[in-house]
């Protein structure tokens, strides 16, 4: 009997308090619905332009040119039928912000595509090296982050390389060094020949 009580006297507490607060509720409600649809949205947007198939399809210029090359690459077809996906190599993992970061800045190339008609090849192919070169400073910037969250130094089983590759690498992982010093044009075309040696290597 006591408990019915208890029970009632909470209820009546309760519904006394939405009867005072009723906007304040109603802002609170709204707020929560509204914020998880940003949520949503924010997030389907993320997982839709990280698609393969969004990268290499949706710009003709990406089509025709980095996606082919990519698609001889062992990044896209090997033994192990695994699949590196654009994004996992050129977009932040687990850091929001710095993921928010890159897609914010990628809605600029929109303009690229439409003002600058980026999608004749023959506008595209003059700002590759240019494009590579931000590539490589990104890449500089977080020392190669993205080929680390599928490549550590310390899980390579240094003893199944060739002698020449597994030197390079016992070197690389004492400085903890970016892949790409030594692992440029791994899934796109050369765009540039490797500056002459001088007279002093020969
Ligand atoms: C999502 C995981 C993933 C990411 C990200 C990734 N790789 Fe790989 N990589 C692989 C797998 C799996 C293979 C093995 C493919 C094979 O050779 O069978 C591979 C193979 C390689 C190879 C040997 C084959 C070749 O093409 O010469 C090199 C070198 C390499 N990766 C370097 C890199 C570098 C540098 C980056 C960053 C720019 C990177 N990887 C990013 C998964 C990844
Ligand atoms: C100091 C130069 C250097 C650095 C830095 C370096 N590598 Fe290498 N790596 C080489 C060379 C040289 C080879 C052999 C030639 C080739 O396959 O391009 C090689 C080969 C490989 C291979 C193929 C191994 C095999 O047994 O065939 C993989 C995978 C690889 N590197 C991944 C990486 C990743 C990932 C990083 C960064 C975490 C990295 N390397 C950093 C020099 C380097
Ligand atoms: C294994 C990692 C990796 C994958 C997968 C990858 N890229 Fe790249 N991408 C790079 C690197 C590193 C560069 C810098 C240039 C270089 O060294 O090839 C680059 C450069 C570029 C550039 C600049 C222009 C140029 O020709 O270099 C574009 C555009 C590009 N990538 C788009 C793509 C698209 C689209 C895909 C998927 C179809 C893709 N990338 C897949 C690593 C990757």
Redesign the pocket.
Known sequence: MQFKETMNGWIQGLLGFVRNNSRLLIVAVVSVVVGIGIAGTYGSLIDYTSH?EF??HTCHE?EAT??QE?THSK?FKNEFGVV???P???VPHNDWPATFRAKFFAAFELWNHFIDKEYELKNFEPR?VM??KK??DE?ARTNAATCKSCHQYQNMVLTDQRPSIRAQHTDAMKKDENC?DCH??????Q?IKPAAPTSFEF
């Not at 440029?184 to 075309?189: A, D, G, N, Q």
């Open positions: 393969l990268c290499a990406m980095v996606y990519y990044h590196v996906a654009c996992q190599c050129h590759r494009l590579a590539v490589w890449f790409l440029k044009w791994l899934v796109h075309k765009l």
